[in-house]
């Protein structure tokens, strides 16, 4: 067969594939309320971390206003909003704090009670909390 009897196959193929991730951002970014429902998140998110002695020790030193709006950013692009990040990559970000994996599931916790709080549907919640999971490599024990 062919290479041109199969294209357009192919493109077809394509055409189905790519808006489909594009859209299920956009509703994610739509379920977490947009980018008001996101600071109120990340400002909810961070209550938690205050609270928590397992990793709060961690933050002793960082500027909590500025963390909040480059987490707001970062999740805003992160789920398809109309956001640009303006931070540091998270492998800069996190070297040298020897972050373990358990100090890491810690902050999950947190992200998750703030959903709970914040009333996001569960399928949205799970598709945060995938997506930061691509991370951990590059938060964890660097
Ligand atoms: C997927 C998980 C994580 C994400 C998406 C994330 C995201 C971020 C972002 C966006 C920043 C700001 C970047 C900048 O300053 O330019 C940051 C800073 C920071 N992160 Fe993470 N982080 C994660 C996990 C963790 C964990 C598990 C810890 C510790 C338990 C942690 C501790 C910190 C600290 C202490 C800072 C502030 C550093 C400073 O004061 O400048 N992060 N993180």
């Not at 193929?13 to 991730?21: E, I, S």
């Not at 987490?71 to 540091?88: K, N």
Request: hydrophobic content about 50%; glycine content about 8%.
């Amino acid at each position: 067969m062919r290479w041109i009897n199969v294209l357009p196959g192919v493109l077809v193929t394509f055409a189905l594939l790519l808006p489909a991730p594009a859209a299920a951002k956009t509703e994610l970014y739509s379920a977490l309320g947009e980018e008001a429902g996101i600071s109120r998140l990340m400002e909810t998110f961070l209550l938690e971390i205050a609270a928590d002695e397992r990793i709060v020790e961690h933050f002793i030193d960082t500027d909590i206003e500025r963390l909040h709006r480059l987490l707001t950013e970062q999740i805003c692009e992160l789920v398809g909003g109309p956001c640009v990040y303006s931070g540091e990559d998270m492998v800069t970000v996190h070297t040298g704090m020897g972050i373990s994996h358990a100090e890491f599931n810690a902050l999950v916790e947190n992200l998750m009670t703030a959903m709970d709080a914040e009333g996001i549907p569960v399928g949205a919640q799970n598709q945060l909390l995938a997506l930061l999971a691509e991370m951990h490599p590059e938060v964890v024990k660097l």
